[in-house]
């Protein structure tokens, strides 16, 4: 099949990553937005898990990757929930990790598995592998945080696509690791992932949107309205829950207003303080960008 990505342009995906993208697993994540519940108050921000993983699958696989991490890249992801980390909020998981409890659980499904096995692959390899292109612990580039990173700044409107394509021009795999080729790419994505958590996650706006829902999502549970197992389908099918109580479609409908939005964030959100410091390749040595700074 033909794909066209936004950030990546068109590539022809065949085998194991069309049976894959193909699976209703993965469709699933056409209707899970990849910002959380920041569309009800910025309907301009509507991209999915569905395309930032295959996203993740086609930026390692144009950094060389292999095969086998290409479709650790594109199955990430699979096990998000409806509207991605609210469910972190609602079920108090600080670390963000509901879904990685339950990544096993997807990827030993009769339908992945066996689409992995027929392609000579195996459930335990995708969750035991080592994938250091994919991911990386902070401070370090990596195939998630990079995409990520510019797929939320462009859809917010705060980078362009001359501007992304220019910096991937600087951005390669050395040793097994994401590094990028110049001093001045370096700073920029480092600049551009503080203004992805101060202007995106962190603004005032979106905060309220993903707090607000997160409030009308953990009532709807203790309520016995949504059952937990709810929220293992989509945004869709929680919000066309939602809109069979008069009470909660209320409350929906303040959250798209903002009727009760107030700027002061609350002391219980806790503001994480997420940085990065990109590995420089520079006549056949690496260094980070702090070394050269500092």
């Not at 991209?47 to 086609?58: K, N, P």
């Not at 409806?82 to 998981?93: C, E, P, Q, R």
């Not at 035991?128 to 991911?135: A, K, M, R, V």
């Amino acid at each position: 099949m033909l794909y066209s990505d936004i950030l990546y342009g068109s590539h022809e995906i065949t085998g194991v990553f069309e049976t894959l993208i193909q699976s209703s697993f993965f469709q699933r994540l056409q209707f899970i937005h990849q910002g959380g519940a920041i569309f009800l108050v910025n309907p301009q921000i509507r991209h999915t898990r569905f395309e930032h993983s295959i996203g993740v699958m086609l930026l390692i696989r144009q950094l060389g990757g292999s095969e086998k991490e290409q479709v650790a890249g594109l199955l990430h992801d699979l096990s998000h929930t409806a509207f991605s980390h609210v469910i972190d909020y609602v079920l108090n998981h600080q670390e963000e990790d509901f879904h990685e409890k339950w990544f096993a659980y997807f990827l030993r499904q009769p339908e992945i598995s066996s689409i992995l096995e027929a392609y000579g692959y195996t459930a335990d390899e995708m969750l035991t592998g080592s994938f250091p292109i994919l991911e990386q612990p902070l401070p370090h580039l990596c195939a998630d945080r990079l995409d990520y990173t510019l797929r939320d700044l462009y859809w917010a409107g705060l980078l362009t696509l001359k501007e992304i394509h220019a910096f991937l021009e600087n951005v390669m795999v050395y040793k097994n690791r994401m590094v990028v080729t110049s001093l001045a790419a370096a700073r920029w994505i480092k600049e551009k992932y503080m203004v992805l958590n101060q202007e995106y996650f962190q603004k005032k706006e979106h905060l309220y949107a993903n707090q607000k829902l997160a409030e009308l999502l953990r009532e709807l549970l203790e309520h016995n309205f949504l059952l937990e197992d709810d929220f293992f389908q989509n945004d869709t099918h929680v919000i066309n829950l939602i809109e069979f109580s008069l009470h909660a479609r209320m409350k929906l409908d303040k959250i798209r207003s903002m009727s009760d939005f107030n700027p002061i964030v609350p002391s219980n959100i806790i503001l994480k303080k997420r940085e990065i410091d990109p590995e420089i390749l520079e006549h056949g040595r690496v260094y980070r960008l702090s070394e050269r700074q500092g």
